[in-house]
């Protein structure tokens, strides 16, 4: 079946660094991924989304790269910060194309 | 404009007894989604609903659960019988979705525990 891997399911970054959060996929027909950031007790909140026909894509300090050749995907964040805290889900559109799997999440832990 | 509303926020009761858990989309959002994350592992999909039909409810665990979605408006995901295993905090989602893209946009989860 379908499924979405995420390398660590833990990260921690000290604050102003830079953060990679990474994601494998494993359906090679899906044209349409988002990242969603989660923070306790609230839903998923997108964060930026990406196309099967791009390989970058830049938001506010935040960068989704996708390489279709390996099926991965990541979320890079700029200069992290105490807010940045939270869980980062990656999902990917499924086969049926309105339906998105999601991954397990990676917490990220900003140190002071 | 409000968001994605859900009720109960957090519900506890009993094994073998039924709960129902309610999501109000956005207004104007044509598909709703349940999701469920059990024990902090991903956010599994439940089914999906386009106006007041399901598109795919290929996600549902077995017949002890019902979503409905009158009107095409609010939905409902009720539990019954619950068991054990039904514990974790459910998640509703509705989004536009045209032109082939469309972010998710979720509420804050109703939280089952299964006594």
Known sequence: GESVGLHLPTLSVQEGDNSIINCAYSNSASDYFIWYKQESGKGPQFIIDIRSNMDKRQGQRVTVLLNKTVKHLSLQIAATQPGDSAVYFCSFRDNYGQNFVFGPGTRLSVLP | ?115
């Not at chain 2, 129902?20 to 207004?27: A, Q, W």
């Not at chain 2, 509705?94 to 525990?113: A, H, I, V």
């Open chain 2, 1 to 115: 404009e409000a968001g994605v509303t859900q009720f109960p926020s957090h519900s506890v009761i009993e094994k073998g007894q039924t709960v129902t858990l309610r999501c109000d989309p956005i207004s104007g959002h044509d598909n709703l989604y349940w999701y469920r994350r059990v024990m902090g592992k991903e956010i599994k999909f439940l089914l999906h609903f386009v106006k007041e039909s399901k598109q795919d409810e290929s996600g549902m665990p077995n017949n002890r659960f019902l979503a409905e979605r009158t009107g095409g408006t609010y939905s409902t995901l009720k539990v019954q019988p619950a068991e054990l295993e039904d514990s974790g905090v459910y998640f509703c989602a509705s989004s536009l979705w045209k032109g082939g893209s469309g972010e998710l946009f979720f509420g804050e989860g109703s939280r089952l525990t299964v006594l």
